[in-house]
């Protein structure tokens, strides 16, 4: 019989069937009652882990500003008004499975939702602390899990060898864009962002000016092969249509 709790788990001697307790971390507990030297099955077990937060709330707005302000986004983006940034540890189960003589991780969301990113968290196990009663979460949601682990067995690869739940750290950010509002997902651990949709920045602008500078080249060139004195004229305009007109677009978009 093995009951799941949080630091500690307790499991019954399977030779006097006396019960007894041991962390994660241990291979081999010896009996209290029998004396009996027992080797922990860790396949058969659930732990609980925890991973702190790494950045502060204003760590995490900076670097969702350096986000926003990537070549891919809407101009001004990176000044969007916050209007909330929610701390979570939010569950995901850690297997740990033997596949092909090889260990493999998986990682898994214990819960349902619909926040963008959260099927690809990371766990990096260096940073798991053990999950107790003493964990003291300051102002950030405990999220329960509502997934069962059985929701998964069945479908993964390899031999089972470990697994755990571990609580991830994330911030939550919605922020408002011309009128809009959006919300992004941040691995509170290592700074990445994950998002469903964002404004993206529009193409329309570079597309004028580069069909513009095409057209201009174009006509300088074919003046150019009738040997006419102004060709080369009309093909330096294009090239400096097309230089300034990058740079003002680059500058203003």
Not at 16 to 22: I, K, L, N, W
Not at 39 to 51: G, L, N, Q, T, W
Not at 118 to 133: E, H, R, Y
Not at 197 to 216: E, K, M, N, Q
Request: charged share 20%; proline share 7%.
């Amino acid at each position: 019989m093995v009951k799941l709790g949080f630091a500690m788990v307790t499991m019954n001697c399977p030779k006097c069937g006396a019960p007894f307790e041991y962390e994660p971390g241990m291979r081999f507990k010896k009996c209290d009652y029998c004396g009996t030297m027992i080797y922990i099955d860790k396949s058969r077990v659930m732990f609980y882990y925890v991973i702190p937060f790494s950045l502060s709330k204003q760590q995490a707005i900076q670097t969702f500003r350096r986000w926003a302000a990537g070549p891919k986004m809407e101009k001004g983006l990176e000044n969007s008004k916050i209007k909330s940034i929610k701390p979570m540890f939010f569950p995901v189960y850690r297997f740990v499975r033997t596949v092909n003589g090889k260990e493999q991780v998986i990682i898994k969301p214990a819960k349902t939702t619909l926040l963008p990113g959260l099927t690809k968290l990371k766990v990096p196990p260096g940073d798991m602390k053990i999950f107790d009663a003493s964990f003291n979460p300051g102002d950030a949601e405990i999220v329960k899990a509502d997934l069962s682990m059985d929701t998964y067995m069945q479908a993964l690869p390899g031999k089972e060898k470990e697994q755990e739940i571990v609580f991830f750290p994330i911030y939550e950010i919605r922020y408002e864009f011309q009128g809009k509002e959006y919300n992004v997902v941040m691995d509170a651990s290592s700074g990445e962002v994950f998002t469903s949709y964002y404004p993206p920045r529009s193409s329309v602008p570079y597309l004028a000016i580069a069909g513009t500078t095409f057209i201009l080249t174009a006509i300088g060139a074919a003046i150019g092969t009738m040997v006419h004195p102004t060709g080369w004229l009309v093909t330096l305009f294009g090239l400096i249509v097309g230089i300034g007109g990058g740079y003002y677009i680059a500058k203003k978009y």
